[in-house]
């Protein structure tokens, strides 16, 4: 009796009951379908938020003041010095606030405006889809020019073309004060998925010295610095090096603190993790106790087909035969719960990353999770019924009615 | 073919001890066919269970077909099962959910013979007892006195040394017992070797030796002359 013999008798024994194989197969079905969707959506997430930041660049370390004295804030100096550490690629000083202006509709919408220099696209990887980002010219001349989302025409204006607020005259306001500006580009909007039009936030990117000339501070002094730290180091310990010396050179103690990009995928990937873990915890659950419905139904299996048993060994099964035999059932019922349940999994995640607007995946090491958990339950709960199907005396299981 | 000498099974439960077979002494050639009888209780089917290497004897020799199986561990007796014995039992004992070519060709799966052997061979031994055009029913859809010959068909298919046959005829109406105790003489007449219990002395008769056993012991063993023979 070889192995393929016994996997097509034991799908000849399934099949011959129909009902309780399906009901037997649920815990598994039920526990490998999930923890597959959570995998399957998980890695989706992961690799969407990965996406997302990559953008931002994972090198890149944000300051951002505490006490806004104007002796704390960032200088010009502050910045050369910066720059002049060697772990540092590029640093600039930008400004930032979030603003609600009223669009077309009369309804409030958000809209965070950052004064930039020209070199900002070293920190921030900005997607310029028409026109250009503003130039060094411009900052020079605290140019009147403004480069915004590609959504803004739409949403502000109930444009049905994104490019024809390209070169017209809008309206910008920063705390309170207004002023005329010229757009001079497009930037591709953050777009996260499943997140309805009305709440994208906008952007709008003008130069640095003309924002500060807008609102009035007139200077050449920020809030933030935006530094990118070379890929060969850390940036969460430059980030802090960075704010020990802007203290130095202020004189303040902790003024300065750095957020490095990286460390917010690190806590969304936990995060995810986290949830990952739990639900994985949720469905280990549902295959031991589906693994226990296996045990249930074969040893009641091997009671109802004692004679069988009995017979098979009067005319030569070895106890191994015998015990193969009910263990290769065990695991194909496993498998066939596995299987399944990883086919609805994957696609009640692919149901779930298509309202999410994500791309899901079925990675090789889900297959064998799955697999490979199918087969230990398998194993590990069909062991025992088989066991006792192999230690039947013949004559007794003959005798059996 | 085989041979036994100072052969006792004591059954024990606890402290409790039950002797069914006392010294027996027994032995059967080579193209022999031998009825067992005797009474409910008095060790003929211990004795067959052990001739059939189901049951291990508690002292004695049993040497079957040059293998002295009473050395034997239990654990092997699958392989003397499988090589040496074929069995036919009262209660054709064939698998319900197989067709009868399935169910022959199973001894020679446990013998590792291969797939289209078996149904080669599978096939002719149905064919000797006259099934060779229902080799695809299950055992649902033939008669008794059928289900018998494909037993006897399962028995043969991995040549045994010998038959061995418990009350093959017990579940079987008078017309189908002739057919099988036909079959089972043309067998023998070519060479089978057959160890057959029965109660029925018309049974019996078919046979060639008669060995009576009585509260574990045998106490009668004699040719039968007058063998019915058509």
């Known amino acids: 009796m070889n192995v393929k013999e016994c996997i097509k008798g034991a799908f000849q024994q399934l099949w011959g009951s129909k009902l309780r194989t399906f009901l037997t197969m649920l815990g598994m079905f039920i526990g490998i379908g999930s923890v597959i969707m959570v995998l399957s959506v998980g890695d989706g997430v992961t690799a969407m938020v990965n996406d997302t930041f990559s953008d931002i660049g994972k090198g890149t370390v944000t300051i951002a003041i505490e006490d806004r004295r104007y002796e704390y804030l960032i200088t010009k100096d502050d910045i050369e010095a910066i720059e002049g550490m060697k772990e540092v690629d590029t640093a600039v000083a930008y400004d930032t606030t979030v603003e609600f202006p009223r669009n077309y509709k009369n309804e409030q919408r958000m809209l965070q405006i950052v004064g930039v220099p020209y070199n900002y696209d070293a920190i921030q990887n900005i997607e310029i889809v028409a026109g250009r980002m503003t130039s060094e010219a411009e900052d020079r001349a605290k140019a009147k020019v403004v480069v915004v989302s590609d959504k803004y025409g739409p949403v502000m204006f109930g444009h049905s073309s994104t490019e024809s607020i390209l070169g017209k005259t809008i309206e910008m306001s920063v705390n309170g004060y207004t002023d005329e500006f010229e757009v001079i580009g497009l930037v591709e909007s953050i777009d996260f998925p499943g997140m309805p039009e009305e709440q994208i936030p906008l952007f709008a990117y003008m130069p640095y010295t003309a924002m500060t000339q807008l609102n009035g501070s007139g200077s050449q002094r920020s809030y933030m610095a935006g530094v990118k730290v070379n890929d060969a180091y850390d940036p969460n310990e430059i980030g802090y090096q960075i704010g020990r010396l802007l203290d130095k050179r202020h004189r303040t103690e902790d003024n300065y603190p750095a957020t490095a990009a990286i460390q917010i995928i690190d806590q969304i990937n936990s995060v995810l993790d986290m949830l990952t873990i739990f639900i994985s915890f949720v469905a280990g659950i549902s295959l031991l106790v589906g693994g226990i419905g296996i045990m249930n139904i074969m040893l009641v299996t091997v009671k109802e087909r004692t004679r069988e048993i009995g017979i098979r060994k009067a005319i030569g099964a070895t106890n191994g035969e015998i015990l193969t035999q009910f263990l290769v059932e065990a695991v194909i019922l496993t498998w066939l719960g596995g299987l399944i349940g990883m086919l609805f999994g994957y696609s009640g995640g692919v149901i779930a990353g298509s309202l999410m607007d994500m791309v899901v995946t079925l990675t090789p090491s889900m297959v064998i999770f799955a697999v490979g958990t199918s087969s230990f339950i398998g194993i590990t709960f069909g062991v025992y019924p088989a066991y006792q199907a192999s230690k039947l005396d013949p004559i007794e299981a003959l005798r059996y009615e | ?230």
Do not use: W
């Not at chain 2, 289209?116 to 080799?135: D, H, S």
């Not at chain 2, 289900?147 to 579940?171: C, H, M, S, W, Y």
């Open chain 2, 1 to 230: 073919m085989i041979y036994i000498e100072h052969l006792n099974k004591i059954y024990r439960n606890g402290h409790l001890e039950l002797q069914a077979l006392f010294d027996v002494k027994f032995e059967v050639k080579a193209g022999e066919f031998v009825s067992i009888m005797g009474t409910s209780g008095s060790g003929k089917s211990t004795f067959l269970q052990i001739l059939g290497c189901l049951d291990h004897s508690s002292d004695g020799t049993y040497i079957l077909d040059g293998v002295n199986v009473s050395k034997i561990k239990q654990n092997e007796y699958s392989r003397i099962r499988n090589e040496k014995i074929g069995f036919v039992f009262q209660s054709f004992n064939l698998l319900p959910k197989l067709t009868i070519l399935e169910n022959v060709a199973l001894p020679m799966m446990y013998a590792k013979v291969k797939p289209r052997e078996r149904i080669r061979r599978g096939t002719e031994a149905l064919e000797k007892v006259g099934l060779g055009n229902r080799l695809k029913h299950t055992p649902n859809e033939i008669s008794g006195g059928q289900k018998q010959r494909v037993a006897i068909a399962r028995a043969l298919v991995n040549n045994p040394a010998i038959l061995l046959a418990d009350e093959p005829t017990g579940n079987l109406d008078s017309k189908s017992t002739t057919e099988i105790m036909k079959i089972f003489q043309g067998l023998n007449n070519e060479g089978v070797t057959i160890v057959m219990v029965t109660h029925e002395p018309e049974v019996a008769a078919y046979t060639k030796r008669k060995v009576v056993f009585r509260d574990g012991r045998i106490i009668e063993d004699i040719p039968i002359e007058q063998s019915i023979i058509e």
